[in-house]
T-cell receptor
Framework: QKEVEQDPGPLSVPEGAIVSLNCTYS??????FMWYRQYSRKGPELLMY????GNKEDGRFTAQVDKSSKYISLFIRDSQPSDSATYLC?????????FGSGTQLTVLP | DGGITQSPKYLFRKEGQNVTLSCEQN?????MYWYRQDPGQGLRLIYY???????QKGDIAEGYSVSREKKESFPLTVTSAQKNPTAFYLC?????????????FGPGTRLTVL
């Protein structure tokens, strides 16, 4: 079992939809949770960073961490075609960071 | 502008050749990392370095080598011992030495073995 599991998709939604991206992790020692966005043939860029449980909001993006269920979510409101990319979740501790395999998202105009 | 640069963007190698991928950062970050990305497999850690002149193996170090002679530079050599080197290689850095710190990535190098 991978330490971080992520549904690879692909996921297609119409413009303006609310997108929900999810990951699960297995290591209860993980305290750092991140979401990265990666456009085709580019390096990942950090979208959201959360320490421990809770919600974090930044513009149209909301990250949620539920440590009791080991579940990580990223919500995108009012999705735009420019949001079309692969989204990588990552979880870890000070000594280790593990990435999910990524979910490919396409927002159709 | 501060950031991480990787070169070249595309690299072609014949079987049996060693090649070196460049990674430079001007963020004054302590730690640097090399990842390999294959379709559907996410990022896998090859090597990391938390301080100059020291580095540690990651999950898939076999067939790769690194050096960290300067804080700003962390080159990766893909040796002929790496059986399946065709992949997208990403370099990253963190301000502090912990991997859980925010990792900033370079634009990547796509290596193709002919």
């Amino acid at each position: 079992q991978k330490e971080v599991e992520q549904d690879p998709g692909p996921l297609s939604v119409p413009e303006g939809a609310i997108v929900s991206l999810n990951c699960t992790y297995s290591n209860s020692a993980f305290q750092y949770f991140m979401w990265y966005r990666q456009y085709s043939r580019k390096g990942p860029e950090l979208l959201m960073y959360t320490y421990s449980s809770g919600n974090k909001e930044d513009g149209r993006f909301t990250a949620q961490v539920d440590k009791s269920s080991k579940y990580i979510s990223l919500f995108i409101r009012d999705s735009q075609p420019s949001d079309s990319a692969t989204y990588l979740c990552a979880s870890g501790s000070a000594r280790q960071l593990t990435f999910g395999s990524g979910t490919q998202l396409t927002v159709l105009p | 502008d501060g950031g991480i640069t990787q070169s070249p963007k595309y690299l072609f190698r014949k079987e049996g050749q060693n090649v070196t991928l460049s990674c430079e950062q001007n963020l004054n970050h302590d730690a640097m990392y090399w990842y390999r990305q294959d379709p559907g497999q996410g990022l896998r850690l090859i090597y990391y370095s938390q301080i100059v002149n020291d580095f540690q193996k990651g999950d898939i170090a076999e067939g790769y080598s690194v050096s960290r002679e300067k804080k700003e530079s962390f080159p990766l050599t893909v040796t002929s011992a790496q059986k399946n080197p065709t992949a997208f290689y990403l370099c990253a850095s963190t301000r502090d030495r912990g991997q859980g710190d925010t990792q900033y990535f370079g634009p990547g190098t796509r290596l193709t073995v002919l």
